[in-house]
C-alpha cells in the first residue's frame, strides 16, 4: 500500500520544500538533487529512489508548484531516453545497487542516456539482434552494431540488448545491459536523415567491456527486459495530455487563420476532418492519462503512438498543400545536431519530411497493428517461420 | 477534469442492468423478425426500460418523478441500445424531454404544461417525439410547413389550430405526444389527433413516419427556439454514444467470426489484410470513446463544439465499422439472416441523423474559427 498522502499534505511538502530551498538563490544542480532526495521528482516512484509511491495522477500536482514557483526543471526533453525508457526498465529489473547508482543523476539530467537496440539487421524484429556479447570473468565482450541511436553523441549511459547465445531460438538467447558510453570500443558516428540533419547515430561497438554487474534481470532474459523498456517507449511518444490545437494541427490552423488567399473550399473539409481527428486523438490520450493514474502501461499506448504518427503525416501533408509555391522552399539543409525534435519551429517541408520517421521510430506502425490486434483483439499471431530455430540458423 | 471521461461505478451498474435486459429481451433474431410486422417498435421492451430501469425519466428531476440523472448516464442507456440496434423510442423521448426542460425554464406561463408532460414521461404513461425531420442538425433554422392559427402566438399558453406536413419523423409511430416546431414557436400536439404514416425505412430498426396535421388542436409550448436547439444538441450527444455501441458491437462481432473462420487452411483474422484494419477500428472506436463521453459531459461554449466533434468523428467510425462487418464477414454477411445489416443500415442512417459529419464540420469551423473562406 503506498503511503496515503492527500493532495493538501503532498502541496505542504512541496510549499516546505521550497522555503527551504529557494529556487532563486539555490544551484540548479543542488536543487534538482534535493527534489530528488525529498521524493518530489517522479511521485510514482518508491521512497529513496525520487519518489513517494504515489498514483501517477499527482504529478502534474508537483510540476505545477514546482513552475509556480520559478523552479529550474531537468530539461525533460533532453533527457527523454533515461526518464522513459531507461528509468522504468531499471526500477523494474535493476538491484538495489543499480538503482542507487543511476537513478538520481538520469533524474537530474546529470547523465544522458541513449538506447541502443536496433540493429541495420534487426528493426521491426528486433529479436532478431546480432550484437554478440561473451562472457569473459566478471566482464561481458561485445562486438557489434546498433543504428538510429537518438542522443548517443551525448550519452554517459546506453540501455543495451544483445545476443548471449545464439544456439538458442531468438527471444531466448538475450541479455540486457547498461553500458558505459565512454568506454573504449564504442564509436559514434552521425547518421545523416532525410531533414538534413543527425538526430540519430550509428554506434560501433568493438571488444567493449561490460561488467556483469551492469547486467539488467537474467542472462537469457533480454527479451522479457526489453518489452518493458519498449511499452514505456510507446506511452512517452503518444501519450500524455496537451491543450487544444497544440502540436501540428495548431500550426495548420494558425496559417489557415492568418492566410486568406489559402483558403480553398476542398480543403475546407480535410482540414476540419484532420482538426477533429486531432481533437479525437487528444482526449483519448487525456483520457489513456485518466486510466494510467491507476495501472501501468498496456497496449494502448500503441494506439496513441499509431494515432499520433498518422495524424502528424496528414496533416503536414495538406500544410505543404495549402501553401502553394511557398511549400517549395525548404528552410536549411544544413548538417546539424539537434537535442529534441522542433516539429513547430522549423518550415513546412521540414515537419512534412520528419514525421515520415512518426511511423517508424519506436515502432513501425505496421508492427504497431500488429502488437493491438494480438494482444488487444486476440487475433492470431503472425506465422512465425523462426520460431524453433536456432538463432544462429536463422536466414539474414 | 479527464477523469470525466471514464465512467463512473453507478454508469456501470446502469449499463449492466440495460444490457441484461436487452440481452433477454432484445436478442438480434427477434430484432430482425420484428423488422418485417406491423410494430417495428417494441412496446414491450420500452416499457421494461423506459419504467423497469427509469431509462425513460433519466433526465427527469427527482420533484417530478424521474431519476434526476445527466446525459453521462443516458449515453450509457444509447451505447447498450446501440449494441443491439433496439427498436424503442429512447432518443426521440431523450430529445422531447430535454425540450420541455428547456421549455419549462422559459418562462412564459407554460412551465405547468411541460411539468405535466415531464411528469407522464416520467411514470411511462406518455412518450413524446419533437415532430422534426430526422436529419435536422442542432444549428438548424427549421421553420417547418406547418402553419398555426391564430398568428403570431401570444405569450401565454393558448390553443391554437395546426395544418401541414412533417417528413421522416423517428419515433412518432409510438408517441403520445408530438412536440410540433413552427416558424420560431413549439406546440403541444396529441398523437391521436394527427394523421402518422409509416415510411419504408433504411434503417428497419428505427422507422421514421410522416405525420400530417389537418387543422389539428394544438396547445403553445415555447415560443421561442433555443429550446429546440438545446434538445437537438443533447440528442446529437446522445446519438454518439449510440454510435459508439454500435461500432463496437460490429468490431466484437467480427473479431469473433475471424477467428473462427478458415480460409486456405488459416483462421482469415491471422491475415495482416484483415488484421491491420480490425486493429485500426479499435483505435478509432477507443478515440470515439473518448470523444463521446467528451460530448456528454461538457457544459457551456465548449458543449456545442464538443457535440460537433462526437458527431463528426463517431458518425464516421459507425459506418466503419459497419460496413467491415459486412465485408469481413463475405458471403454470410451480405445476407438476411445475418445481423450485419441490421447495423449497416442503422449506421449509415445514424450519421445522416442529427446533422452529417459535414455539416457538424461546417458548423465546427464556424465555432473554433476556421472559417471556409
Same mark, same amino acid.
Given at each position: 500500500m503506498p503511503p496515503l498522502i492527500t493532495q493538501h499534505d503532498l502541496e505542504n511538502r512541496i510549499h516546505d520544500f521550497l522555503a527551504a530551498h529557494d529556487p532563486g538563490s539555490t #544551484?540548479?544542480?543542488?536543487?534538482?538533487?534535493?527534489?530528488?532526495?525529498?521524493?518530489?521528482?517522479?511521485?510514482?516512484?518508491?521512497?529513496?529512489?525520487?519518489?513517494?509511491?504515489? %498514483?501517477?495522477?499527482?504529478?502534474?500536482?508537483?510540476?505545477?508548484?514546482?513552475a509556480a514557483a520559478g523552479a529550474p526543471d531537468n530539461g525533460p526533453r533532453r533527457i527523454g531516453i533515461g526518464l522513459g525508457m531507461a528509468a522504468p526498465t531499471i526500477l523494474a529489473f535493476g538491484s538495489d545497487e543499480q538503482k542507487q547508482r543511476w537513478l538520481r543523476p538520469l533524474w537530474c539530467g546529470e547523465e544522458v542516456w541513449c538506447q541502443l537496440f536496433s540493429e541495420p539487421g534487426a528493426g521491426s524484429d528486433?529479436?532478431?539482434?546480432?550484437?554478440?556479447?561473451?562472457? #569473459?570473468?566478471?566482464?561481458?565482450?561485445?562486438?557489434?552494431?546498433?543504428? &538510429?541511436?537518438?542522443?548517443?553523441?551525448?550519452?554517459? &549511459?546506453?540501455?543495451?540488448?544483445?545476443?548471449?547465445?545464439?544456439?538458442?531460438?531468438?527471444?531466448?538467447?538475450?541479455?540486457?545491459?547498461?553500458?558505459?558510453?565512454? +568506454? %573504449?570500443?564504442?564509436?559514434?558516428?552521425?547518421?545523416?536523415?532525410?531533414?538534413?540533419?543527425?538526430?540519430?547515430?550509428?554506434?560501433?561497438?568493438?571488444?567493449?567491456?561490460?561488467? #556483469?554487474?551492469?547486467?539488467?534481470?537474467?542472462?537469457?532474459?533480454? &527479451?522479457?527486459?526489453?518489452?518493458?523498456?519498449?511499452?514505456?517507449?510507446?506511452?512517452?511518444?503518444?501519450?500524455?495530455?496537451?491543450?487544444?490545437?497544440?502540436?501540428?494541427?495548431?500550426?495548420?490552423?494558425?496559417?489557415?487563420?492568418?492566410?486568406?488567399?489559402?483558403?480553398?473550399?476542398?480543403?475546407?473539409?480535410?482540414?476540419?476532418?484532420?482538426?477533429?481527428?486531432?481533437?479525437?486523438?487528444?482526449?483519448? +490520450?487525456?483520457?489513456?492519462?485518466?486510466?494510467?493514474?491507476?495501472?501501468?502501461?498496456? %497496449?494502448?499506448?500503441?494506439?496513441?503512438?499509431?494515432?499520433?504518427?498518422?495524424?502528424?503525416?496528414?496533416?503536414?501533408?495538406?500544410?505543404?498543400?495549402?501553401?502553394?509555391?511557398?511549400?517549395?522552399?525548404y528552410d536549411d539543409w544544413t548538417m546539424r545536431r539537434p537535442d529534441t525534435v522542433d516539429f513547430v519551429g522549423r518550415s513546412p517541408g521540414y515537419r512534412y519530411l520528419r514525421s515520415k520517421g512518426n511511423s517508424i521510430e519506436g515502432g513501425t506502425s505496421e508492427i504497431l497493428l500488429n502488437i493491438i490486434a494480438e494482444r488487444v483483439l486476440g487475433l492470431p499471431g503472425e506465422i512465425r517461420a523462426d520460431k524453433d530455430v536456432a538463432w544462429k540458423d536463422l536466414p539474414r | 477534469m479527464s477523469d470525466e471521461l471514464l465512467y463512473s461505478e453507478t454508469e456501470e451498474e446502469l449499463r449492466t442492468a440495460v444490457a441484461d435486459l436487452l440481452a433477454d429481451r432484445a436478442p438480434w433474431s427477434a430484432v430482425l423478425a420484428r423488422t418485417e410486422t406491423a410494430e417495428p417498435y417494441d412496446a414491450q421492451l420500452w416499457k421494461a426500460l423506459g419504467t423497469g430501469i427509469g431509462a425513460a425519466g433519466l433526465l427527469i428531476p427527482e420533484e417530478l418523478g424521474g431519476a434526476g440523472a445527466t446525459l453521462r448516464e443516458a449515453a450509457v442507456v444509447a451505447e447498450e441500445l446501440g449494441k443491439a440496434v433496439a427498436p424503442v423510442p429512447f432518443l426521440g423521448n431523450l430529445m422531447a424531454t430535454e425540450l420541455l426542460l428547456a421549455a419549462r425554464e422559459s418562462g412564459n406561463g407554460t412551465a405547468a404544461?411541460?411539468?405535466?408532460?415531464?411528469?407522464?414521461?416520467?411514470?411511462?404513461?406518455?412518450?413524446?417525439?419533437?415532430?422534426?425531420?430526422?436529419?435536422?442538425?442542432?444549428?438548424t433554422t427549421y421553420k417547418g410547413r406547418v402553419s398555426v392559427t391564430p398568428w403570431p402566438p401570444r405569450e401565454a399558453p393558448h390553443p391554437a389550430r395546426l395544418t401541414g406536413k412533417v417528413t421522416s419523423v423517428a419515433g412518432a409511430q409510438t408517441a403520445d405526444v408530438l412536440l410540433v416546431p413552427s416558424d420560431g414557436s413549439i406546440y403541444v400536439v396529441q398523437a391521436a389527433d394527427a394523421r402518422i404514416t409509416p415510411v419504408t425505412t433504411l434503417d428497419m430498426t428505427r422507422v421514421l413516419s410522416d405525420v400530417e396535421f389537418d387543422d389539428t388542436p394544438g396547445q403553445l409550448l415555447a415560443i421561442r427556439y433555443e429550446p429546440l436547439s438545446q434538445a437537438l444538441l443533447s440528442g446529437a450527444a446522445i446519438l454518439a454514444s449510440e454510435q459508439l455501441g454500435l461500432a463496437e458491437q460490429c468490431l466484437t462481432t467480427t473479431v469473433e467470426y475471424v477467428k473462427t473462420r478458415h480460409q486456405f487452411g488459416r483462421a482469415v483474422g491471422s491475415y495482416q489484410g484483415l488484421k491491420h484494419r480490425l486493429a485500426q477500428l479499435w483505435v478509432q472506436i477507443a478515440q470515439a470513446r473518448a470523444v463521446a463521453r467528451h460530448a456528454?459531459?461538457?457544459?457551456?461554449?465548449?458543449?456545442?463544439?464538443?457535440?460537433?466533434?462526437?458527431?463528426?468523428?463517431?458518425?464516421?467510425?459507425?459506418?466503419?465499422?459497419?460496413?467491415?462487418?459486412?465485408?469481413?464477414?463475405?458471403?454470410?454477411?451480405?445476407?438476411w439472416e445475418h445481423p450485419a445489416h441490421l447495423y449497416l443500415k442503422r449506421a449509415k442512417s445514424s450519421s445522416i441523423a442529427l446533422g452529417s459529419p459535414t455539416r457538424h464540420r461546417r458548423r465546427l469551423a464556424e465555432l473554433v474559427d476556421l472559417p471556409a473562406s
Open positions: #544551484d540548479r544542480l543542488d536543487f534538482l538533487r534535493a527534489r530528488f532526495d525529498a521524493g518530489l521528482a517522479w511521485l510514482h516512484y518508491p521512497p529513496g529512489l525520487g519518489g513517494l509511491g504515489l %498514483p501517477r495522477d499527482r504529478q502534474p500536482i508537483a510540476e505545477k508548484a514546482f528486433l529479436a532478431a539482434l546480432a550484437t554478440r556479447a561473451v562472457r #569473459d570473468g566478471d566482464d561481458w565482450v561485445v562486438n557489434g552494431q546498433k543504428v &538510429w541511436t537518438s542522443m548517443a553523441h551525448e550519452a554517459r &549511459w546506453a540501455i543495451l540488448v544483445t545476443r548471449t547465445d545464439p544456439d538458442v531460438p531468438k527471444h531466448q538467447g538475450m541479455t540486457y545491459f547498461v553500458l558505459d558510453m565512454t +568506454a %573504449p570500443g564504442v564509436e559514434v558516428r552521425p547518421l545523416r536523415q532525410i531533414t538534413g540533419e543527425a538526430e540519430f547515430n550509428e554506434v560501433f561497438l568493438t571488444d567493449v567491456r561490460i561488467p #556483469d554487474s551492469q547486467r539488467l534481470g537474467a542472462v537469457g532474459e533480454g &527479451w522479457k527486459v526489453a518489452q518493458t523498456t519498449l511499452m514505456n517507449e510507446r506511452v512517452a511518444i503518444g501519450g500524455g495530455a496537451s491543450p487544444r490545437e497544440s502540436g501540428m494541427i495548431g500550426v495548420l490552423a494558425k496559417t489557415w487563420r492568418e492566410n486568406e488567399k489559402v483558403r480553398d473550399a476542398a480543403l475546407h473539409d480535410r482540414l476540419m476532418t484532420l482538426w477533429v481527428a486531432a481533437e479525437a486523438a487528444r482526449l483519448t +490520450a487525456q483520457r489513456l492519462s485518466a486510466q494510467l493514474a491507476a495501472g501501468q502501461p498496456g %497496449p494502448e499506448g500503441s494506439a496513441a503512438k499509431y494515432a499520433f504518427a498518422t495524424l502528424n503525416q496528414q496533416i503536414s501533408g495538406l500544410e505543404l498543400e495549402l501553401l502553394g509555391e511557398e511549400a517549395l522552399r | 404544461a411541460a411539468e405535466d408532460l415531464l411528469r407522464g414521461i416520467a411514470s411511462g404513461e406518455v412518450t413524446a417525439v419533437i415532430a422534426i425531420p430526422f436529419t435536422r442538425s442542432p444549428d456528454v459531459s461538457a457544459t457551456g461554449a465548449e458543449r456545442e463544439i464538443a457535440v460537433a466533434i462526437a458527431q463528426a468523428h463517431c458518425s464516421a467510425v459507425a459506418v466503419q465499422a459497419a460496413e467491415e462487418c459486412v465485408q469481413m464477414h463475405g458471403g454470410i454477411g451480405f445476407t
